[in-house]
Every structure is written in structure tokens, then in C-alpha cells.
């Protein structure tokens, strides 16, 4: 009951405090910044908005955000991230939809929260009944001290990700991911039935998902006959034919992406098609 009370009082405080200052008609920076972070992923984008406390000589994890306890994973309101489409967390469905981003500190191991109540303030009307994931992970050593609380999206792919958490000398890695294939491939096959059929764009996904090389041949190909001063078509179309093994083809086709190149002053495509052409004469 006590606890409770303590918890009510204290959320009351800051809405209070809130409510007085812009009352006040005060402007004043916020003790823990905050910021938006928007990342396209597979065929949608996630969004992640924070606020990001700052170390300033305090120990933080098992003290200013105690072991075993949840955590609003920043500061001020809940964190909240928004995925525009399904995707999968260590491996586990998550639904697209927006959710707070809890946490639950621990020396060895952490659990991360994905919950339905995202509007709140801190973790004070945190549910567990609304938790619509929870994973577990095990936290780094981080070599650097981070002095502002950090949360980031590194080693980005179309359909994987990891989602950071760094603060102080502790990191946390989550993987993300994302099934795009079917999606792609159900496209593409609606597309080709239109008059306008994206034969380069197929080809290249066809080239870099190792789907149907013929396949990939016959529609650069057609990309080629309908842009034939594209020294981008005859860079792919050199790809595709080096990647079946046709080294004499594939350094043709790229001597006239370099000639097309080299006329038109396109210093990229004269690096990329001069590239390929000593790659198919090794």
C-alpha cells in the first residue's frame, strides 16, 4: 500500500510540476533531452522516441535503475517504438503497432519488454498484463563509458537490424528482424503482368536474392533493349553475367558501360564498369 501511495504521489508530482511551468508560459531545456529516431526496414520504417538521462557521476544500473525492477529504458515519459510491419525479436513474432519499451536491469541478464500501454509516464502504471513480448539478453561490457543514455539501430540490412542500448559501460545488442521475399516476389510477379514491367528493378532482385539467374538474364536483357546508353543497365547486365560464369560476356558488356560512361562523364559508372571489367578478366 505504501508503495502505491509513494508511486501515485510521485507521478502526481511531476505532472504537476509539468503543468505549472507551462503555466508559467516557461521555456527551459530538459534535464534529459529527447529524440526521434526513424529507420526504414524491409518494406515499412520503425520509429523510436526517447529521452536520454546522462550518467553525471551517478552509478547506474543497480542503483539510479535498481536490479529486478522495470524500467522506463530513459527518461521522463515511457520509451516508445513503432514498427509500420511484422517483424521478429531474438527470433520471436512481434505484430506491427506501437509499444513501450520496458526493460528489467540485471547483473548477468536483462529482460526486454515490448508492452501495449506505450502513453505513460515513467513505468509507474506499467502492466505486465500488457506485454506483448518479453526476451531475454545478456549485456556487454562496453570498452568506452556512453555518458548519455543511447539508443540506436546498427548493422542495418534490408531485413535484419540490431537495436542498441548503451549507457555508462553497459551495452545491450537485440536483434531484429523482418520477412520480405514473399512480398517482393508476389510484386513482381503483379507487376509483370502490367504494361510497364520493371525488368531492371526484377532482374537486380532476382541477382542479389540468388532467385533465378536465367530468369534474371532474359529481364536485364529487356532492360538493356529498352535503355541501351544506360551504363547502369550494362553494369548489372555484366553482374548477372559474370555471376553464370560468362567472363567474356560480362567484360563486353561493361567495356560499353565504361564507353557510355566515359562520354557522358559519369566518374561513378566509369569506376564500377572499370571494376567489373578487371574482376572478369582475373
Not at 529498352?226 to 555484366?238: I, S, Y
Amino acid at each position: 500500500m505504501k508503495t502505491t501511495l509513494k508511486t501515485l504521489f510521485t507521478l502526481a508530482l511531476a505532472v504537476s510540476i509539468n503543468s505549472q511551468l507551462q503555466a508559467q508560459g516557461l521555456s527551459m531545456p530538459q534535464a534529459s533531452t529527447s529524440q526521434t529516431i526513424t529507420q526504414s526496414f524491409g518494406l515499412g520504417k520503425m520509429t523510436l522516441n526517447y529521452s536520454r538521462p546522462n550518467v553525471k557521476g551517478r552509478q547506474v544500473f543497480g542503483a539510479l535503475a535498481p536490479y529486478g525492477e522495470v524500467w522506463r529504458t530513459g527518461a521522463n515519459s515511457a520509451t516508445i517504438i513503432t514498427f509500420s510491419e511484422d517483424v521478429k525479436i531474438e527470433g520471436q513474432n512481434l505484430p506491427a503497432g506501437e509499444y513501450g519499451l520496458f526493460t528489467i536491469p540485471g547483473k548477468t541478464e536483462w529482460i526486454i519488454i515490448f508492452n501495449k500501454g506505450s502513453k505513460q509516464w515513467g513505468s509507474y502504471t506499467y502492466k505486465e498484463s500488457d506485454d506483448a513480448l518479453r526476451v531475454k539478453i545478456k549485456p556487454t561490457v562496453l570498452k568506452d563509458k556512453v555518458e548519455t543514455f543511447t539508443i540506436q539501430l546498427a548493422n542495418v540490412y534490408p531485413t535484419s537490424a540490431q537495436l542498441q542500448l548503451l549507457w555508462d559501460k553497459t551495452g545491450i545488442n537485440i536483434n531484429l528482424g523482418t520477412e520480405v521475399d514473399s512480398k517482393v516476389m508476389a510484386s513482381i510477379d503483379q507487376a509483370m503482368q502490367g504494361e510497364k514491367k520493371p525488368y531492371f528493378q526484377a532482374a537486380q532482385y532476382y541477382y542479389e536474392n540468388g532467385k533465378d539467374i536465367n530468369k534474371a538474364m532474359e529481364w536485364m536483357n529487356k532492360a538493356d533493349e529498352g535503355n541501351t546508353t544506360a551504363p547502369w543497365v550494362k553494369l548489372w547486365k555484366g553482374r548477372v553475367q559474370l555471376k553464370m560464369g560468362d567472363k567474356k560476356g560480362a567484360a563486353a558488356t561493361a567495356e560499353q558501360g565504361l564507353k557510355i560512361a566515359t562520354e557522358i562523364n559519369n566518374a561513378e559508372y566509369i569506376r564500377l564498369n572499370t571494376a567489373l571489367i578487371a574482376e572478369a578478366k582475373k
